[in-house]
């Protein structure tokens, strides 16, 4: 049986007397269970699908126990992000709070919470070292080769180390949003290809690459896709769209040992990975990530 005790203990910080409380819906219940079955502290499951006022219950734990949340992401579209957000806390909650990753399977899940600390933090710190308005170099491999400017790297707390403290699991990234204009050169994703989403619309669904795909980079616009299937399909669906949804927006870097999946909310988080985003959604309607493997992240 997994070990989730990593969960309450390692990320969590909770005491043996401190209660547990998964929120969670009918198919994410199988691995609700096995959390509660394999964890020290008292712990109570509470199915989102059967109870409706499912705050009278949490309102009352104190702020040394914890509030578990697990919900598929159909769920949480639907219902869940009514209460439940990843980043704070629901209305009238005191307790320690645990948001795991949407839609993550247990084995990603499992990967990701066995991941040293000293690592992520390691991370972290290297990111984070590189000041506002910085200019990076992003080479890989694969053969990513690209400048651009940042404007600092921000990362959620993947830990609770106090009382009524939050935490998104496993951990999963640090970001950077990337300056206008600021981006020149060659990015090449082989490991995923996210989805391409337009005002909710879906219009591709790529996962694992099947060949390199390789982005040129222009004065922070796409300018050329090219590969295999998928980049030919990539670029079909993404040059049909306004200009501004081919702009380079983000740099983020994964912060968990996790096995690629194709699923980009895992992908996206694995360490040994960064991530490109491209496209903003509060102004084009879309946001589309990218990961390549084992890239290198330079100040020039």
Request: overall charge negative; aromatic content about 8%; hydrophobic content about 35%.
């Amino acid at each position: 049986m997994m070990d989730f005790n990593l969960i309450t203990e390692k990320w969590c910080n909770l005491t043996q007397a401190a209660r547990v409380v998964i929120v969670t819906d009918t198919d994410s219940l199988r691995t609700a269970v096995k959390i509660q079955q394999s964890i020290s502290n008292n712990c109570e499951i509470i199915n989102l699908d059967e109870i409706e006022n499912v705050l009278t219950s949490l309102i009352t734990l104190s702020e040394s126990d914890l509030v578990m949340a697990l919900f598929t992401i159909d769920t949480y579209v639907s219902r869940a992000n009514r209460i439940f957000s990843p980043f704070y806390k629901p209305q009238g909650v005191k307790s320690k709070y645990a948001f795991i990753r949407l839609g993550i399977s247990e084995k990603s899940l499992f990967e990701g919470l066995e991941t040293r600390k000293e690592l992520i933090y390691s991370k972290i710190k290297e990111l984070h070292s590189y000041p506002s308005r910085s200019r990076l170099r992003v080479t890989s491999k694969a053969g990513t080769d690209i400048t651009l400017r940042i404007t600092g790297f921000t990362t959620c707390d993947h830990e609770i180390k106090a009382d009524g403290g939050i935490a998104f699991l496993p951990p999963s990234e640090t970001s950077a949003e990337v300056l206008s204009d600021s981006a020149n050169g060659r990015i090449v994703a082989d490991i995923t290809v996210g989805q391409l989403y337009y005002k909710s619309e879906l219009l591709g669904y790529f996962g694992l690459v099947d060949k390199p795909v390789t982005l040129t980079v222009t004065n922070g616009f796409i300018t050329e896709i090219t590969g295999g299937k998928i980049a030919r399909e990539l670029k079909e669906n993404l040059f049909l769209l306004p200009e501004n949804c081919r702009n380079l927006v983000e740099l983020g870097h994964g912060l968990s040992k996790m096995t690629p999946t194709g699923l980009i909310g895992v992908d996206e988080s694995i360490i040994d990975t960064c991530h490109f985003g491209i496209g903003d959604s509060s102004v084009c309607g879309m946001h589309l990530d990218i990961v390549t493997g084992n890239p290198k992240i330079m100040k020039e």
